[in-house]
């Protein structure tokens, strides 16, 4: 398989299971169009024309021309500098390396992180918020975000990748969405009632039950066993962490469990104060769900040989 129609196929998933309407997304598309139309210059050669065909940007072909043929993939949550000097160690050791395929961003994906928190807001708006109200949450955030990304040397692996010609790609937000869509649409048909059976539901999930046997398990952060579950809103997609402002008015729409990846301490304290039950399922386990739901997608034939590192552990369904 060639890297690029990997990389499309990963593309195709994560707008297939996009919690927002496709209309959404498609106005994405068009305000980078747009976008792109009136620029000049310097900036017009430098902009990441990728973003005219997906509102992805934390998702891409960070190393490679697309051409190159694909047979086995070293895939981990978190692949840097470490894991492409892995790759090439591998290879030294005769272990066939094709390409290095990284769940979080690097590169230009990940300084671009903070434009695909628009999602967050897409899916607030699905839930009964007025679009004017979600993005205006949202937008401080986004800004936080931005700077906090801008100090960073976030082309530190992609140099690496491409001093040992290695490609690297990386798929942050088409594996988060189906990890959001997969859950979402899993608690929506099982309707639990209590906190128990929430944690039942996750506990019986592959990615859950290794991540319980390394100590990295779902645990109820706020709530107990015994609370009632109620309307459950999964919360796993659109870049990071969104704005604490948002769990007054997840309260508001009828929520009231919140599963997520990871919360800030900032993050905790509101939703307590909303008295909302919080269940954490576990960063890296729902990172594994999603990228091993895309990974399905992608090579339903498993022609694909797979090498397991960095966090990442390989199940089909």
């Not at 017009?44 to 891409?60: G, I």
């Not at 086995?72 to 050791?93: C, F, Q, S, W, Y």
Request: aromatic share 6%; with cysteine.
């Amino acid at each position: 398989m060639k890297l690029r129609e990997i990389y499309e196929r990963a593309i195709r998933k994560g707008i297939k299971e996009d919690p927002r309407p496709s209309g959404m997304i498609e106005k994405d598309v068009a305000a980078a169009r747009k976008e792109y139309r009136k620029l000049k210059g310097a900036r017009k050669k430098a902009y990441d024309r990728e973003r005219l065909k997906h509102p992805y940007a934390d998702s891409r072909i960070l190393y490679g021309n697309g051409n190159e043929e694909i047979t086995t993939v070293l895939t981990g949550i978190d692949m840097d500098v470490p894991e492409i000097l892995l790759a090439d160690r591998l290879r030294e050791k005769g272990v066939k390396v094709d390409l290095v395929l990284s769940h979080h961003p690097s590169g230009r994906a990940f300084a671009q992180l903070d434009k695909v928190m628009v999602v967050q807001p897409g899916i607030w708006e699905t839930l009964g918020l007025s679009k004017e109200i979600a993005e205006g949450i949202m937008k401080d955030r986004m800004e936080e975000v931005g700077r906090g990304i801008a100090s960073r040397n976030h082309n530190r692996a992609v140099d690496a990748a491409r001093l040992l010609g290695i490609p690297f790609m990386c798929l942050h937000t088409a594996a988060d969405n189906c990890v959001t869509s997969f859950l979402q649409k899993t608690f929506n048909r099982k309707k639990p009632k209590k906190l128990k059976h929430v944690m039942s539901i996750l506990e019986r999930l592959p990615e859950y039950k290794h991540a319980m046997k390394v100590g990295a398990g779902p645990h109820i952060l706020i709530g107990d066993v015994k609370s009632d579950a109620g309307k459950v809103f999964i919360d796993m997609t659109g870049g990071t962490g969104g704005p604490d402002r948002i769990f007054s008015r997840l309260s508001q729409a009828g929520i009231k469990t919140v599963i997520g990846m990871h919360v800030r301490d900032s993050g905790y304290k509101a939703a307590k104060a909303e008295f909302l039950n919080y269940v954490i399922a576990g960063h890296i386990a729902s990172d594994n769900l999603g990228v091993n739901i895309l990974l399905d997608a992608i090579d339903p034939g498993r022609t694909l040989k797979v090498i397991e590192c960095s966090g990442f552990k390989r199940f089909r369904r």
